[in-house]
């Protein structure tokens, strides 16, 4: 299986600044990374595929670069609504496999 | 607006069975491939289970094939999972999820939980 690995569990920043969240795959999976966040008491939210493609939706502070192992998302000029939970996801092959989650905490 | 919404979960001892539902509403459900993905408690996501549009293709990873069955109905815009010969390791949030395309999953329930104790 393809494991995800998110290098930080946490990461506190404030409204206003730009964070990137790192997702590392342990073997290529050329472009088929995708990013959700996660809100208390909201459902799951797609906000980035195909690595850097934003979905339907999604802020344009928010981007994707990287591709075959070393993915990274970039939220630019942090809103409060940002703060939450966040997910790289491989699509390479199944199993479909998830990194461990990276939470963004109010500094 | 798409709406996604889990059902059936609850308490289950080791062993018996559970059978999950999702009513899907807001879109066209038979066009798409659906899938289950569960979180355990402060673990990340596992996925468990996707469908084709038909129902004819199914696919599991290892830690369910065999133990779990995901099924649907397009008449009722209905998807399930059954799950059998249920472990402690199986309790988690359970989330029906529609795939965009390949393996991206675009729309998300708010989770049913299960607990498997005795």
């Known amino acids: 299986d393809v494991q995800m690995t998110q290098s930080l569990s946490y990461l506190a920043a404030s409204p206003g600044e730009s964070v990137s969240i790192s997702c590392k795959a342990s073997?290529?999976?050329?472009?088929?990374l995708a990013w959700y966040q996660q809100k208390p008491g909201e459902a799951y939210k797609l906000l980035i595929y195909?690595?850097?493609t934003l979905q339907s939706g999604t802020p344009s502070r928010f981007s994707g670069s990287g591709s075959g192992t070393d993915f990274t998302l970039t939220i630019r000029s942090l809103e409060p609504e940002d703060f939450g939970l966040y997910y790289c996801?491989?699509?390479?092959?199944?199993?479909?496999?998830f990194g461990a989650g990276t939470k963004l905490e109010l500094k | 607006e798409v709406q996604l919404v889990e059902s059936g979960g609850g308490l289950v001892q080791p062993g018996r069975s559970l059978k999950l539902s999702c009513a899907a509403s807001?879109?066209?459900?038979?066009?798409?491939?659906m899938a289950w993905v569960r979180q355990a408690p402060k673990k990340g996501l596992e996925w468990v289970a996707t469908?084709?549009?038909?129902?004819?293709?199914?696919y599991y990873p290892d830690s369910v094939k065999g133990r779990f069955t995901i099924s649907r109905d397009n008449a009722k815009s209905s998807l399930y999972l059954q799950m059998n010969s249920l472990k402690s390791e199986d309790t988690a949030t359970y989330y029906c999820?529609?795939?965009?395309?390949?393996?991206?999953?675009?729309?998300w329930g708010q989770g049913a939980s299960v607990t498997v104790s005795s």
């Open positions: 996801q491989q699509y390479y092959e199944k199993p479909y496999t």
């Open positions: 807001g879109f066209t459900f038979s066009n798409y491939y």
């Open positions: 469908i084709s549009t038909s129902g004819s293709r199914t």
């Open positions: 999820a529609r795939h965009a395309s390949s393996g991206v999953m675009d729309a």
């Open positions: 073997k290529s999976i050329s472009n088929y």
């Open positions: 195909s690595g850097s």
